[in-house]
């Protein structure tokens, strides 16, 4: 069927199917053409499009955002419900501005976290899904243009999304103009100012706040900012409600306030399959690990969250549920949702201070406690791992954790010391094996955990 | 700089840059706070409404 006959047939037709259970956000086999992906949910569900068939379709998009308890999967977590709608009172309130009137959308897939591969992963299986999203909250919070930002280096993915922005245009399924926009490589560089920074024409490096975002971001318009993967699932909850969504969560519909849905978590490091697995939230790690084939060689812990994440022992971690909440009560995190597997052959205190200097190096060179803090712990760590730790060390380590908290334009001196913080917990005993034999001979294995661009020799 | 300004809120890290208190502003100290973000030669320092 043509897309044409395939929109002109789901305005008359029943109401789509949800998808039963999970997978939700990626169909397995090829990715859906723009015909198929109507003819399989439905078209686009905006506000105005004829209400024929009694297809679910949410009047409030924003409301059902907020009661199906839907939060951003990029890492901050924050409630997309009320992101949304303080951007569009913010849109009603100012009018326009310099010429502009409205607000801005920005789809964030830029994904700079190394150990993540879920975002290039749903703009390739399911892009028709995110560029949804991005149509239906523009709707929603009053947007006249839109941004999907990309990894730089995928340039036939960015020519693809771009060719399939142009066929939803001549079928009037964008509702704006979407335009792609490729990120450079550097971990704080997707972060959301940074992105903004960059769409105003400055350089990719986080802003300084007030004001955010949703005050002032894009072209000085209040602008909404959300990772692709959150923007899939506005896409589906539009479609088949708030409860739908809510149905798979940490316990089938979670009280209100509580954390709700399926989630995308990429699972690496020494798993017999690694790969991007989408999960009820509330799952158990081990659960996870299971599902990705189990460990495939001994295991010693696991790293929840990224590199703003945290270190949990293997065996200790397997029953920790796989949210947020769950996993920030045992001093790790959701983040953009990875789980990396240590092997018993890799030293923890080792690839902690190869990733401390990865993130130290990242810096933007914008704020003094990172430019300074963050090499200064970084050095600390890399003693403690490949010298013989002593207990001055360690108390400069752990002053270092406390002075770069906090004090930056962005979480990454935040997000290292937790990360660095975690590592002093669960590699303790590593910690005074080192102290009593020097290092471990596992310091010198290849490292696990990946770096781009870094290299040991800046280390050692 | 800033640290002698406003020693009640203000301290140094080990690089001279700014450490300061959770707590707001008294209202007593907003002047001398004004001073010591004026005076920051790095933009370090922000004074912002606690709401």
């Known amino acids: 069927m043509s897309t044409a006959g395939a929109i002109r047939a789901a305005g008359t037709a029943g109401r789509a199917l949800p998808p039963p259970g999970l997978p939700r956000l990626i169909p397995p086999g090829a990715p859906l053409h723009l015909g198929e992906h109507i003819q399989r949910y439905g078209p686009v569900p905006f506000r105005d499009a004829a209400g024929r068939g009694g297809r679910y379709r949410a009047a409030d998009l924003i409301a059902e955002a907020e009661r199906a308890g839907l939060t951003g999967r990029g890492g901050a977590g924050f409630p997309t419900g009320r992101k949304m709608r303080t951007v569009a009172e913010r849109g009603r309130r100012g009018g326009a501005l310099r010429g502009q009137p409205g607000t801005v959308v920005v789809a964030n897939g830029a994904e700079s976290e190394p150990a993540s591969a879920k975002d290039r992963l749903l703009l390739t299986r399911a892009p028709h899904l995110v560029l949804d999203g991005i149509a239906l909250a523009a709707e929603a919070v009053g947007a006249t243009r839109g941004y999907l930002s990309v990894h730089e280096g995928q340039d036939e993915l960015a020519l693809q999304l771009t060719a399939m922005i142009g066929e939803r245009d001549r079928y009037d399924q964008n509702r704006v103009p979407i335009r792609v926009v490729a990120v450079p490589g550097g971990y704080v560089a997707s972060q959301e100012t940074a992105v903004i920074s960059q769409l105003n024409g400055g350089a990719p490096k986080p802003a300084f706040v007030p004001p955010r975002p949703f005050e002032k971001g894009a072209h000085g318009r209040p602008t909404l900012v959300q990772n692709v993967e959150t923007l899939a699932h506005l896409a589906l909850i539009a479609r088949f409600g708030a409860d739908w969504f809510r149905a798979l969560g940490p316990a089938p519909w979670p009280p209100r306030g509580a954390a709700a849905g399926s989630a995308l978590i990429t699972v690496s490091g020494a798993v017999t399959r690694p790969g991007v697995y989408e999960i009820a939230l509330g799952m158990p790690v081990g659960e996870l690990i299971q599902r990705a084939g189990g460990p495939s060689e001994p295991p010693q812990a696991v790293l929840a969250g990224g590199y703003f994440g945290g270190w949990l022992p293997f065996f200790p971690a397997l029953d920790v549920p796989l949210s947020d909440a769950g996993l920030r009560a045992v001093g790790a995190a959701l983040g953009p949702g990875v789980l990396i597997v240590l092997p018993e052959s890799a030293c923890g205190l080792a690839e902690t201070a190869w990733i401390a200097g990865y993130l130290a190096g990242q810096s933007a060179g914008q704020c003094g406690p990172c430019v300074n803090g963050l090499p200064a712990l970084a050095g600390m760590i890399a003693r403690l791992a490949f010298g013989r730790p002593d207990r001055q060390t360690y108390d400069w380590a752990q002053d270092l954790l406390g002075l770069v908290a906090r004090r930056g334009a962005c979480h990454l001196p935040d997000g290292t010391a937790a990360f660095v913080a975690s590592s002093l917990r669960t590699f303790a005993d590593e910690l005074r094996a080192h102290s009593t034999a020097g290092p471990c001979a596992r310091v010198r294995r290849r490292p696990v955990l990946p770096a781009p661009g870094h290299s040991w020799d800046d280390l050692r | ?51």
Request: include cysteine.
């Open chain 2, 1 to 51: 700089m800033c640290a002698e300004l406003l020693p009640e809120l203000i301290a140094e890290d080990p690089w001279g840059y700014p450490i300061v208190a959770a707590a707001p502003v008294p209202d007593e100290l907003v002047p001398l706070a004004r001073r010591a973000v004026a005076a920051c030669p790095t933009l370090a320092l922000l004074l912002a409404d606690a709401d």
